[in-house]
């Protein structure tokens, strides 16, 4: 039995048109009402260095990097906002030696051990094996990372390499300033 028989051409048009708009309704309903619904966001774990010297990682729906405000301030409180309000941290020294094949008795000077740029990761002392912060070491060794207070450790290098081998320092940092930290590299050298 033909549904349409009884009516014409013009009919049968529209009432193909009228079912057509309502599939397209109902697909753009149900397609916008799911992506109203917001979901958990994952950033990634890069870290961007602020115009303070400090590091910050992505947060916010968006993923975006938000730096502290410029600090106005030296009363030593509690920071100023943004993701790291923190006025305390870490602040160091990457080294690698030994630089000369043989010690010398006086040392030489000139075999000193010398400041590696590197990459250096500092994770929470109860929870080594996950990262909250990396901050890259410039040409003189130096790096600086804004933390809350709390016991930390420290690792410089790429673990994958065989040398240079650093080893793991342990630093607290207090609830204001930065607690020095000086990462010892073993370059292999003998």
């Known amino acids: ?3 349409f028989a009884g009516f014409n051409s013009a009919g049968k048009t ?8 309502l599939v397209g309704a109902g ?3 149900f397609s916008t009402k799911q992506a109203a619904v917001p979901g958990p966001v ?3 774990a890069d870290a961007m260095q602020c115009p303070d010297g400090s590091y910050v990682g992505r947060t916010g729906p968006n993923c975006e990097f938000v730096c502290p405000p410029a600090a106005t301030s030296t009363s ?3 920071g100023g906002g943004g993701i790291a ?16 094949p043989v010690m010398r ?9 010398r400041p590696l740029q590197t990459t250096v990761s500092v994770a929470r002392a109860s929870d080594p094996a996950r990262t909250v912060a990396t901050a ?10 804004s933390l809350p207070p709390g016991d930390y450790v420290v690792t410089a290098g790429n673990p994958q390499a065989m040398l240079p081998r650093c080893n793991e320092a342990s630093v607290t940092v207090g609830p204001a300033g930065y607690s020095a930290v000086t990462v010892s590299c073993d370059t292999g050298i003998r």
Request: glycine content about 12%; proline content about 9%.
């Open 105 to 113: 008795d006086p040392p030489d000077p000139a075999c000193a051990d």
């Open 76 to 78: 030593g409180g509690g």
């Open 136 to 145: 890259q070491s410039d040409s003189k060794g130096i790096f600086q990372l």
């Open 1 to 3: 039995m033909n549904t």
């Open 42 to 44: 994952a950033c990634t």
């Open 85 to 100: 309000p923190y006025n305390s941290g870490i602040k160091g020294t990457v080294m690698a030696g030994p630089t000369c």
């Open 27 to 29: 697909i753009f309903y």
């Open 14 to 21: 529209v009432v193909v048109v009228a079912a057509v708009a």
